[in-house]
T-cell receptor, first 110, second 117 residues
Framework: QKEVEQDPGPLSVPEGAIVSLNCTYS??????FMWYRQYSRKGPELLMY????GNKEDGRFTAQVDKSSKYISLFIRDSQPSDSATYLC??????????FGQGTRLTINP | GAVVSQHPSRVICKSGTSVKIECRSL??????MFWYRQFPKQSLMLMAT?????????EQGVEKDKFLINHASLTLSTLTVTSAHPEDSSFYIC?????????????FGPGTRLTVT
C-alpha cells in the first residue's frame, strides 16, 4: 500500500463547476499538507499549504485536512479552462522529505 | 516571493557526455534543495536532498557517482549527469525550502528536459 493514494483520473468537468480533488494517506505522522498544480512540461506550483487539521481558503481554492480520517481535499470553485492541469497532493512529517500522490489530471471544458 | 529558477530549460546531448543543470533560489537563501526526476504522466521521484556546504543525501537506488550534486552556496545547487545514456532522458526538477517562511513547503523550479541521443 502506498503512503499516499490519489486517483489519477482523468477528471473532466464543465466550466463553472465545483471540482473536488482528494488524497488519502496512511502515515499518522504527516502534519504538513500541500497541493501543487502542474501544467504540462512545467514545474509544480504551490497552491495551498496547511498544517494539521482544518480548512484554508485562498480565492477560488479551499483545502481541507481531516487527520482523523487521514483524508485531504482541494476544492476549486467556479472552475476555469485555465485550471486544466495535473494536481498533486504532497505531505510531510516535518523536515523530512515530501511524499507525493500520483497526481490527478483535470480538464475543464469550456 | 520564493522563486526558483533552473538552467537550461532543455538540453540535448550525445550518449557518453556529461550535462550540468543549475538550480537557483532567486529571492531567498535556500539551505536545503531537492532534486527530482519525473517520467511522463508520473509523479515526482526524489533523487537527492542537498544541504549547503555538505554532501548530498541520495535516495535508495540513485547512483551518486552518476548524478553528482553540489550545493556550494545558499542560492545555487547543481546536478551533473555524468556519462549520460538514453535511459537518463527525463524531466529533472529542483525545489527549495525558504527557511524565512518557517514552514516545510517546497518551491519548485520550471524543470529541465534532458534528451540523450
Amino acid at each position: 500500500q502506498k503512503e499516499v493514494e490519489q486517483d489519477p483520473g482523468p477528471l473532466s468537468v464543465p466550466e463553472g463547476a465545483i471540482v473536488s480533488l482528494n488524497c488519502t494517506y496512511s502515515n499518522s505522522a504527516f502534519q504538513y499538507f500541500m497541493w501543487y498544480r502542474q501544467y504540462s512540461r512545467k514545474g509544480p506550483e504551490l497552491l495551498m499549504y496547511t498544517y494539521s487539521s482544518g480548512n484554508k481558503e485562498d480565492g477560488r481554492f479551499t483545502a481541507q485536512v481531516d487527520k482523523s480520517s487521514k483524508y485531504i481535499s482541494l476544492f476549486i470553485r467556479d472552475s476555469q479552462p485555465s485550471d486544466s492541469a495535473t494536481y498533486l497532493c504532497a505531505m510531510s512529517a516535518g523536515a523530512q522529505k515530501l511524499v507525493f500522490g500520483q497526481g490527478t489530471r483535470l480538464t475543464i471544458n469550456p | 516571493g520564493a522563486v526558483v529558477s533552473q538552467h537550461p530549460s532543455r538540453v540535448i546531448c550525445k550518449s557518453g557526455t556529461s550535462v550540468k543543470i543549475e538550480c537557483r533560489s532567486l529571492d531567498f537563501q535556500a539551505t536545503t534543495m531537492f532534486w527530482y526526476r519525473q517520467f511522463p504522466k508520473q509523479s515526482l521521484m526524489l533523487m537527492a536532498t542537498s544541504n549547503e556546504g555538505s554532501k548530498a543525501t541520495y535516495e535508495q537506488g540513485v547512483e551518486k557517482d552518476k548524478f553528482l550534486i553540489n550545493h556550494a552556496s545558499l542560492t545555487l545547487s547543481t546536478l551533473t549527469v555524468t556519462s549520460a545514456h538514453p535511459e537518463d532522458s527525463s524531466f529533472y526538477i529542483c525545489s527549495a525550502r525558504d527557511p524565512g517562511r518557517g514552514g516545510y513547503e517546497q518551491y519548485f523550479g520550471p524543470g529541465t528536459r534532458l534528451t540523450v541521443t
